[in-house]
């Protein structure tokens, strides 16, 4: 049985209907991310969890038992905000400490449990200081060790790592992921970041306008997007819209919506191809190859518009078929073969490619 369970969540404020019935099931111990842009759902989603509203429809559960009714303070779910929501007058131990206190634990026990929360947090030290004597990074921790510390049955994380700088970010990245894994809780995290939710899910959620479009692991979601705003959602995609005019044994010919055509390599007998059907191929800009010379009969040839390097990667953008291709590449030190203007040739494996409807 799964551990948290939502079945058909529906929200609205007024006429304006931000979750239309979407269904969540996860295991213990899974680190789910609900990721989209602004306005998709996703901080409602987890506001209802945590009892902060009411749904208009639909059941939440927890391990079994279903918490609808339950006030928030009811529900045994730990949260870290974005703004982390730190007491400016309290010391470190007193903000960990608050939750425990408001359950009536002796003193004793409060005082080991805090030790504990902030030496998994590495801020044992810091007892007696107070938030703005802190960095960001160790306010966020500080957040952490306050809703773990009342061992909580889900942790809610919402955009809380956004307020730090990238480096600081990605650091805290890896501390949250280690920190998760070893106490085992069930953590859903609210992201709009792609690239931060790829780094530290089990699952990632990506919702659209009240609804989840696809649900799976971030590897999954990768390579096999449902439909073009996963595509390009998550990572970047060249898209070509059209039709395929003709299919080979291991090639077929694509005809763009403005006419031009263009050789593509297709698996033998694959259930995506559909002959003269509207169709979108997708390709990622790093599993284009590209060259200075015709390797096959399967090339699109086109003109460097611009360079961007980036120390370890170049991003080139190209113009071909009357369209933009993004195309990028692993830099080799001292090697810069490509320049602005020069004429290239794109190719790439069937296997690296999706042909969608939508």
């Not at 080979?248 to 033998?268: S, Y």
């Not at 360079?307 to 195309?327: D, F, H, N, R």
């Amino acid at each position: 049985m799964a551990f948290l369970t939502i079945r058909s969540l529906t929200k609205s404020y007024q006429t304006n209907r931000v979750l239309d019935h979407i269904d969540i099931e996860i295991e213990k111990g899974t680190f789910l991310s609900l990721l989209g842009p602004s306005g998709c759902g996703k901080t409602t989603t987890m506001r209802l969890i945590a009892g902060f509203e009411k749904q208009d429809e639909g059941t939440i559960s927890i391990d079994g038992q279903v918490i609808d009714l339950l006030p928030a303070y009811k529900r045994n779910i730990g949260m870290v905000f974005q703004s982390y929501a730190l007491l400016p007058h309290m010391t470190v131990a007193q903000n960990v400490s608050y939750g425990l206190e408001q359950q009536k634990i002796t003193k004793g026990d409060i005082r080991k449990e805090v030790a504990k929360a902030l030496e998994m947090v590495q801020l044992t030290g810091y007892e007696n200081r107070k938030p703005r004597q802190l960095s960001g990074g160790q306010q966020q921790r500080v957040a952490l060790a306050r809703a773990l510390v009342i061992k909580p049955s889900l942790l809610l994380l919402d955009e809380s790592l956004s307020a730090l700088d990238k480096n600081l970010r990605t650091e805290m990245q890896v501390e949250l992921r280690m920190i998760q894994k070893e106490i085992g809780i069930t953590t859903i995290f609210v992201t709009h970041d792609q690239e931060e939710a790829m780094t530290l899910s089990d699952r990632i959620a990506v919702m659209r306008g009240g609804k989840i479009v696809q649900m799976d692991s971030p590897h999954f979601i990768y390579e096999h997007p449902a439909n073009t705003f996963v595509a390009g959602f998550i990572g970047e995609s060249n898209f070509f819209r059209g039709r395929i005019a003709e299919q080979l044994a291991d090639k077929a010919v694509f005809q763009l919506d403005n006419g031009e055509r263009f050789v593509f390599p297709v698996q033998p007998s694959s259930p995506s191809v559909k002959t003269d059907k509207p169709s979108i191929l997708t390709i990622r800009p790093e599993r284009i190859c590209l060259t200075k010379e015709e390797s096959s009969s399967m090339n699109i040839k086109g003109t460097i518009k611009f360079i961007t390097y980036v120390g370890s990667m170049s991003t080139y953008l190209i113009e071909a078929q009357g369209q933009e291709i993004k195309v990028q590449q692993q830099n080799d030190a001292g090697n810069n073969s490509f320049a602005n203007g020069d004429e290239v040739y794109l190719s790439w494996s069937a296997r690296n490619q999706k042909i969608l409807s939508e």
